[in-house]
């Protein structure tokens, strides 16, 4: 009989105790945790004014490894909307707007800077600093956001950490997942063994329809 001890949660990150599974099915749900969750993470952006000493590319990739806020409930993988839109909608993207300038002494423009068209879905943090202005300088843009899967890029993996280590007692794991902020650690947890429970089934189907 499976059973499962919660040695810590802190919200931000949770350690399972694990009994009677075998490794490979605890190492799936440790794999599944960094690979198959999706979470939320800034991937188009529009640069309309740029006078910073930052390049385009190198300004759109720190806003791509910005956590974000993310909510599964209410916005889908692009390829599972039923809009059919390759911009996306608003069922599977969300809109940042970031119009900043310089000021007589260096201003720091940080992820707090980015105004969301939806208030649940924002920067972990508001603190990250993306680039800095000198008087004069600005940076308008529009940056969207969508949920992808961590197996696409590292930006879109809603962990920084998962591991699987061996119990104080025989036979036992523990897993350690730690959030990256866009979800609480154990909802990671439980999105990797619904998804896969999902995956599965669908072998099992596959198979059991194989001619």
Request: net charge negative; proline share 4%; charged share 25%.
């Amino acid at each position: 009989m499976i059973k499962v001890k919660v040695l810590e949660d802190t919200g931000n990150s949770v350690t399972l105790q694990l009994e009677g599974i075998d490794r490979s099915y605890a190492n799936a749900v440790r794999r599944f945790c960094i690979s198959e969750v999706p979470s939320m993470a800034i991937d188009d952006v529009v640069i309309l004014e740029n006078s910073s000493v930052l390049y385009d590319e190198i300004l759109a990739h720190r806003l791509g490894m910005v956590p974000i806020k993310t909510d599964l409930e209410r916005y889908n993988l692009p390829e599972e909307c039923d809009c059919g839109n390759p911009l996306g909608c608003h069922k599977c993207r969300v809109l940042f707007v970031l119009d900043a300038k310089g000021k007589e002494k260096v201003t720091v423009v940080t992820s707090g800077d980015l105004v969301s068209e939806d208030r649940e879905v924002r920067p972990v943090s508001e603190t990250i600093p993306l680039v800095k202005l000198a008087f004069g300088q600005s940076v308008k843009l529009e940056a969207y956001a969508r949920l992808g899967r961590g197996k696409e890029h590292a930006k879109w993996q809603p962990c920084t950490v998962a591991a699987l280590t061996d119990g104080k007692t025989e036979g036992t794991f523990n897993l350690m997942v730690e959030s990256a902020g866009g979800f609480p650690a154990r909802q990671v947890v439980l999105k990797a063994i619904e998804l896969l429970e999902k995956k599965l089934n669908e072998i099992q189907v596959a198979v059991g329809a194989a001619k």
